[in-house]
């Protein structure tokens, strides 16, 4: 009867899924997508470990994503909400549809207790975009970059990390300790 009302109220329904052993619970309106956040966390490590990528010195003092492209604000509903169980904390991921230059795009924000751990961003049918974006991440601080390749990490001793890649569509992961990242995952 809440589950009912709920919806009712607030036009989004609640399910509970098993996905490679893991119970989720995902709220969301619309069409569900079911995704397997600790999954998609999984086979990033795996990507980011490649010797294909290039790696440069992240010399960010601040997050240099929003100069190139608007991002869902936190009071903006997600379309999907999910969360978990994980070391005794819970862990949320909240996904977003939007536009970037009227092309779709998804965005996700992940969050281990209580704390913003990582974002990701995919740009649907936008392949010029990967190199763009790479291009003006490397001009801030005058980076090197080998375009001979699809995939580049800004890294920092600290742990924070922006890796951007082309994996059928550009995404871009932005964490703040990948560290962090490896530990909950294993």
């Known amino acids: 009867m809440i589950s009912y009302l709920k919806k009712f109220f607030t036009g989004s329904k609640e399910v509970r899924k098993t996905i490679n052993g893991w119970p989720y619970t995902y709220r969301y309106s619309d069409k569900p997508v079911f995704f397997d956040p600790i999954q998609m966390l999984k086979e990033l490590n795996f990507r980011y470990q490649d010797s294909g990528v290039q790696r440069l010195q992240y010399r960010f003092t601040e997050d240099p994503l929003p100069r190139f492209m608007e991002f869902p604000k936190d009071s903006d509903s997600a379309s999907v909400y999910c969360k978990i169980q994980l070391h005794e904390k819970e862990f949320e991921v909240f996904r977003y549809v939007f536009k970037i230059s009227h092309f779709p795009a998804s965005h996700y924000r992940f969050v281990y207790g209580g704390d913003q751990i ?16 790479g291009l003006k991440l490397a001009t801030i601080h005058k980076d090197s970059l080998d375009l001979s390749t699809d995939k ?6 600290d ?19 990948f560290t962090q990242i490896k530990q909950l995952i294993n």
């Open 152 to 157: 580049w990490a800004w890294e920092h001793p």
């Open 159 to 177: 742990g924070k990390v922006l890796f951007l890649e082309k994996f059928g569509y550009p995404q871009v992961w932005n964490f703040q300790d």
């Open 118 to 133: 990582a974002t990701f961003t995919r740009m649907y049918h936008q392949s010029f975009y990967h190199q763009n974006l």
